[in-house]
């Protein structure tokens, strides 16, 4: 999608390793948004950003943590994969008065 | 706390006839609705919005969506399905906030088209 790019696209890792994903904006939005999405479960809210390291946690936010040291770039680590962490994962970012989302194209993590 | 629930998990339709997907909401002010569409493999596209003013909605690809406050439901709709709808559909509630916008999303529909 326009204005946001996420990398890696696809990985496989094996479990217990770390795992960073990277989120990288050229819209200098505020706020900026990890989900993960899941069969069954839409997507749901990892961690969030509103500013330079300003994060806040989501619903599923056990076994994650983030990082924002620039307005352009949110980093998404698992610090020890699991296997239950294999799915699909979205960056997105907002603008502030607008409520509208804009998502990446997405990562696909497979932790074996 | 916001939540959206789908109750349709998948739904099958031939082409040509008439979709409805149901959205229901849960959210302690006005809310601000959404559907999104995923096609295979792809990420989420915006299909339409609901923030105030006129109940019944248009959308992109000849989607609507009706609001009706009373039933807390959000649901969409399309006179005539294409084959390229097949897709997964995705309902969200979102808030703006100080602390930073939020966006809640329902399970999502599969829909099928028979040819």
Redesign the interface.
């Known amino acids: 999608?326009a204005g946001i790019t996420q990398s890696p696209r696809h990985k496989v890792t094996e479990t217990g390793t770390p795992v960073t994903l990277r989120c990288h904006q050229t819209e200098n939005h505020r706020?900026m948004?990890w989900?993960r999405q899941d069969p069954?479960?839409?997507?749901?809210?990892i961690h969030?950003?509103?500013g330079v390291k300003d994060t806040?946690k989501g619903e599923v936010s056990d076994g994650y943590s983030v990082s924002r040291s620039k307005t352009e770039d949110f980093l998404l680590t698992l610090e020890s994969a699991t296997s239950s962490q294999t799915s699909v994962y979205?960056c997105?970012i907002?603008v502030?008065?607008?409520?509208?989302?804009t998502?990446?194209?997405?990562t696909r993590l497979t932790v074996v | 706390a916001q939540s959206?629930t789908?109750p349709d998990?998948h739904i099958t339709v031939s082409e040509g006839a008439s979709l409805e997907l149901r959205c229901n909401y849960s959210y302690g002010a006005t809310p601000?609705l959404?559907w999104y569409v995923q096609s295979p493999g792809?990420?989420?596209q915006?299909l339409l919005?609901y923030?105030s003013g006129d109940t019944l909605v248009q959308g992109i690809k000849g989607f609507e969506a009706e609001f009706k406050r009373s039933q807390s439901s959000f649901n969409l709709r399309k006179p005539s399905v294409h084959w390229s709808d097949a897709a997964e559909y995705?309902c969200a509630v979102?808030?703006?906030k100080a602390?930073?916008?939020?966006?809640?999303?329902?399970?999502?529909t599969r829909v099928l088209v028979k040819p």
């Not at chain 2, 602390?99 to 999502?108: C, D, M, P, Q, S």
């Open positions: 999608d706020y948004y989900y069954g479960h839409g997507l749901r809210l969030y950003s509103y806040d979205f997105a907002s502030d008065r607008d409520g509208l989302f998502f990446g194209s997405g | 959206v789908q998990i601000y959404f792809q990420g989420l915006l919005k923030f995705f979102g808030s703006i602390a930073g916008n939020k966006l809640t999303f329902g399970g999502g």
